[in-house]
């Protein structure tokens, strides 16, 4: 068995788009720049976009975060996301979600430039991603497509079950996973809460991704030998020896799992620091046109 380190991985594609930045900047070519707009004071949010203006340091992007308070009104968050699309310094921003309840997260969504839209959550990019045209693909898909590849996982005629067909996770996965390309080329199952036999399904995977929420939900009576598993749970769970009071659990029974396994990623550690990384890679891109030629 062999776990696939997203840490690891993260901090050398990392080092990777420092080095090209470094270059940029040699060159005197404008520096990438993202910028983040965070409303209210929500914890998880605040350390999420903490992570996010770190990591643009880290690789030499120019960073911008924009606060508002809870109380803002759609309108003045519609203006601000307007003002962005129409600054030539930034490359890409991001609204981080979720948003107070006042405000339609859908519109706000919308109303962002697909050509900025390094989320990938935008309609348009979710569409261009589905027909296999260029297109900004959101974070974890992405950043699991990034793992598959740099571990050489073979993905080409193997049986993929995806559990949970969110629109962020699993339904672009299984897009992603099904079309031309490497990784790609796989026979993909979205399995979801409907799904019936599922422990049958999962015994004929070859890859496993479990991406339901549900921590521990994939045991080891439901995996093949020889099984790649790449757990994209994130629940936390309340843990007394801690200094947060919580710790990070899987959807996957790690120890009951990994020991059938070729490859599994583990919790923390694997999937999650992958994350952050897309946004900087989808932030990357942009600058330099990749995705949108004009
Ligand atoms: N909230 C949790 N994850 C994300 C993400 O990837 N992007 C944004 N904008 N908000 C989030």
Known sequence: MQLIDGKLTSKEV?????????????RGAKVPHLA?????HDGGSESYVAGKM?????VGFKSSLIRFEQEV?????LSQVKALNEDPDVDGFIVQLPLPKHIDEEKVNEAIDPRKDVDGFHPVNVGRMAIGMPAFVSATPQGIMELLKRYEIETAGKHVVVIGRSNIVGRPMSILLSQKGNPGNATVTVAHSRTANLKALCLDADIIIAAIGVP???KGDMVKEGAVVIDVGTTRVPATDTKSGWRLKG???FDEVAPKCSYITPVPGGVGPMTITS?????????KKEIYTE
């Open 216 to 218: 521990g939900f994939v």
């Open 36 to 40: 983040a707009i965070l409303v209210g």
């Open 73 to 77: 009104t759609e309108a003045e968050l």
């Open 279 to 287: 946004l900087i890679i989808n932030t990357l891109k942009s600058a």
């Open 54 to 58: 770190k990591a643009c340091e880290e």
């Open 251 to 253: 959807d996957v029974l």
């Open 14 to 26: 990392r080092k990777e788009i420092a080095a090209e930045v470094a270059e940029l900047k040699a």
